[in-house]
């Protein structure tokens, strides 16, 4: 079965720290993923989306970066993290559009 | 543009009860349409999704509607248990792949 692992679940880290959230999907060959923030109180925001190795579309300029090191990797990275970026963020897979998406259980980035 | 507006944003019931969320969407051409849960602190759980073909969709207690034409979708969710009570999403999904969510929907079910 697919399985999407996302991690850490939470992380507190000071303004101008670099990031990096990393998602593994087991069980699946060539996933379309993505990077989701979440707002409190609020619906998601699609950050990147990835349909292969190498292959990134950002979606909102931001103060991030993603990348596809390998098939079933995907990563969020920023080199100075700034008070904004805190919020709730989600990785997603998904294997065609039919079947819709499957998220992971998140990580809480917290920046102080 | 697609927009998606889910109402009420929060709903508070006594257990037992039917009860009804909605999801409207403002550009017709979706290719399907899913429903998540998410509890507090956590991922979103996919719940059901309903193909732009079909009407609806069931699991279990819960049931999905789905109007393209009328830009709209219904989470049916009987006779409520307090374990339901968590955050409801929907989605619409287009052919390009892209998704908008809507905000969510707060339900909170009372013993």
């Known amino acids: 079965s697919q399985t999407i692992h996302q991690w850490p679940a939470t992380l507190v880290q000071p303004v101008g720290s670099p990031l990096s959230l990393e998602c593994t999907v087991e069980?699946?060959?060539?996933?379309?993923l993505y990077w989701y923030r979440q707002a409190a109180g609020r619906g998601l925001q699609l950050l990147f989306y990835?349909?292969?190795?190498?292959?990134i579309s950002s979606e909102v300029p931001q103060n991030l970066s993603a990348s596809r090191p390998q098939d079933r990797q995907f990563i969020l990275s920023s080199k100075k993290l700034l008070l904004s970026d805190s919020g709730f963020y989600l990785c997603?897979?998904?294997?065609?559009?039919?079947?819709?998406?499957?998220f992971g259980s998140g990580t809480r980035l917290t920046v102080v | 543009k697609q927009e998606v507006t889910q109402i009420p944003a929060a709903l508070s019931v006594p257990e037992g009860e039917n009860l009804v969320l909605n999801c409207s969407f403002t550009?017709?051409?979706?290719?399907?349409l899913q429903w998540f849960r998410q509890d507090p602190g956590k991922g979103l759980t996919s719940l059901l999704l309903?193909?732009?073909?079909?009407r609806e969709q069931t699991s279990g207690r819960l049931n999905a509607s789905l109007d393209k034409s009328s830009g709209r979708s219904t989470l049916y969710i009987a006779a409520s248990q307090p374990g339901d009570s968590a955050t409801y999403l929907c989605?619409?999904?287009?052919?390009?792949?892209?998704?908008?969510f809507g905000d969510g929907t707060t339900l909170t079910v009372k013993p």
């Open positions: 997603a897979w998904s294997v065609r559009r039919d079947y819709g998406y499957t």
């Open positions: 069980g699946t060959s060539n996933p379309n």
């Open positions: 990835s349909v292969g190795i190498g292959q």
């Open positions: 550009d017709s051409a979706i290719y399907n």
């Open positions: 309903i193909q732009s073909s079909q």
């Open positions: 989605a619409a999904n287009t052919n390009a792949g892209k998704s908008t």
